[in-house]
């Protein structure tokens, strides 16, 4: 590990110093101070997973403060688009499909956006490793590019943000890139709607699965994006089981396309039967699934902040991410996690595990009780 860590200092102290020279070369006939006016048309970039972009919403919220007039464009990721649909801060979404790489593919893109005339480019990157979105700043040809200058990151930016190491919700970090234009994080509150898609698929859905307004539903979703951040299939079997026969819960296990293997196991450990198995569902869809929850249970994922953005109460595990960083933003997130010594180890493999396997299905069942207190308090008011 020590040996790792060496080589990774290493490689950023050198990357810092090329990146700063090859920033000078191209970057000479730029401004490097951001005008009081004429930002009219302003290009915004988060290419991130789903929870990075759940998380960006309220930057977007406060740069639509800040230019009442202006034309905001979002350039997100194709499969995330869902998550921005009916945003009012937004004024066109465009999609960069990161799986498609070809060479003509990537020139009639950035001749589309060149064709735009962006006055700002804004690129809200907090992965220290993603180049793609500085390029994609850079050849826009806007006159102001702005950008976190992570290890050099922002070589091709005009005006570099400096990265601040201390750990931080990452929506503070997003607010610290737009910090230049005047903006300050007042509301981190991620928001996003419901897309028609999801609100019909639920309508749908829901009562076929012979689940009524009046029944205490919970959700839950097993995933995550990196094997070490899932926590075991059969605590999952066991907590759906005693919500079941404790609360006589409907539950419903929740995945997309490439988790499927995960909900069924569960699905097969558990006495009791689940209310659903949904999988292989757009994200459109399980968004309308999730607004329709009394109470989601999950890993750190992308879900966990499409339900705190929709203000649903959550239940999550955590291991090795960073808390700080991606701790539920607003009321009623309870987040369940052992101190030990390697977490957070931020890792995306790991052979140990502990961190999620000391977490006990009891932990889990503890923090319902307070989940259900808490909710039955808010039916009152």
């Avoid at 990774?8 to 006939?29: D, E, H, Q």
């Avoid at 979105?133 to 050099?152: D, E």
């Avoid at 959550?314 to 987040?335: A, D, F, Q, V, Y």
Wanted: hydrophobic share 40%; with cysteine.
């Amino acid at each position: 590990m020590i040996f790792k860590n060496y080589i990774k200092n290493a490689y950023l102290s050198t990357r810092v110093v090329i990146l700063g020279l090859l920033g000078r070369i191209f970057i000479k006939s730029k401004a490097k101070y951001l005008p009081k006016e004429g930002l009219r048309n302003i290009l915004v970039i988060q290419l991130e997973r789903i929870g990075d972009l759940v998380l960006t919403t309220p930057v977007f919220r406060a740069l639509r403060d800040k230019f009442l007039d202006s034309y905001i464009v979002i350039l997100v990721n194709g499969c995330n688009k869902d998550i921005v649909l009916g945003d009012p801060n937004i004024d066109e979404i465009l999609v960069y499909n990161l799986k498609d790489s070809g060479i003509l593919s990537w020139i009639k893109f950035i001749k589309t956006i060149q064709k735009m005339h962006f006055d700002l480019s804004v690129d809200l990157t907090g992965n220290e490793n993603m180049f793609l979105p500085v390029l994609i700043s850079y050849f826009s040809k806007a006159k102001y590019t702005i950008g976190l200058n992570q290890f050099g990151r922002g070589f091709l930016f005009n005006i570099k943000v400096n990265y601040d190491p201390k750990d931080k919700p990452l929506t503070e970090l997003m607010f610290d890139i737009v910090r230049p234009l005047g903006i300050y994080g007042k509301d981190i509150k991620p928001q996003i709607n419901v897309p028609q898609e999801g609100r019909i698929f639920a309508r749908e859905l829901l009562p076929k699965l012979n689940i009524k307004n009046s029944d205490l539903l919970v959700g839950i979703h097993p995933g995550g994006y990196y094997p070490s951040q899932r926590w075991p299939e059969k605590g999952f079997a066991k907590v759906a089981d005693e919500l079941i026969k404790r609360y006589a819960a409907k539950v419903l296990i929740i995945s997309g396309h490439a988790e499927e293997t995960i909900v069924f196991k569960i699905g097969s450990l558990m006495q009791n039967k689940p209310q659903g198995i949904i999988s292989d569902i757009t994200l459109q869809q399980l968004i309308g699934v999730i607004s329709n929850l009394d109470i989601l249970i999950c890993n750190n994922s992308g879900p966990l902040h499409i339900a705190t953005a929709l203000r649903i109460p959550t239940i999550s595990t955590m291991g090795p991410s960073l808390p700080k960083k991606w701790h539920p933003i607003g009321e009623n997130h309870i987040i369940v996690r052992k101190e030990i010594k390697c977490s957070p180890c931020n890792l995306s493999i790991c052979k140990r595990h502990e961190c999620m396997e000391l977490i006990t299905p009891a932990d889990i069942l503890e923090a319902i009780e307070i989940q259900l207190k808490n909710i039955k308090k808010s039916n009152k008011c």
